[in-house]
């Protein structure tokens, strides 16, 4: 599915892109600067990231930073294998009130 494909869709915008808040110590580190840290679609951009947040948490925000996470190769025994690459979302925000996350 192409990212047009997901724009012509009538389902809300935080789930086509696949919006995840992500809890770590990192993030929640960062919530101390109005910041939250989300794993979204690796085809999704600042834009639709941006209008899902809106949609889902009725907040404008001000400033989206994304980074894409490489895979890693990981062993159990004998067994190798990859872990997923992801693409995570940092947005800034005014104030986290609208967040369910403690401060």
């Known amino acids: 599915m192409s990212v047009n ?8 915008m935080a789930s086509r892109i696949g919006l995840k808040m992500t809890i ?3 993030a929640y580190a960062a919530q101390q600067y109005n910041q ?3 794993e979204v679609r690796s085809d999704a951009t600042k834009g639709q990231i ?3 947040i809106e949609e ?3 907040v404008k925000p001000i400033k989206i930073r994304t980074m894409v996470v490489s895979s890693k190769r990981r062993r159990r025994g ?9 693409k995570k979302a ?8 609208n967040f369910n996350v403690a401060p």
């Open 36 to 38: 939250v840290v989300f």
């Open 50 to 52: 941006a209008k899902a």
């Open 78 to 86: 004998r067994t190798t294998g990859w872990t997923a690459a992801r």
């Open 24 to 26: 770590s110590e990192k």
């Open 90 to 97: 940092i947005v800034a925000v005014d104030d986290l009130k």
């Open 56 to 58: 889902s948490y009725k």
């Open 5 to 12: 494909d997901l724009i012509k869709t009538s389902k809300p």
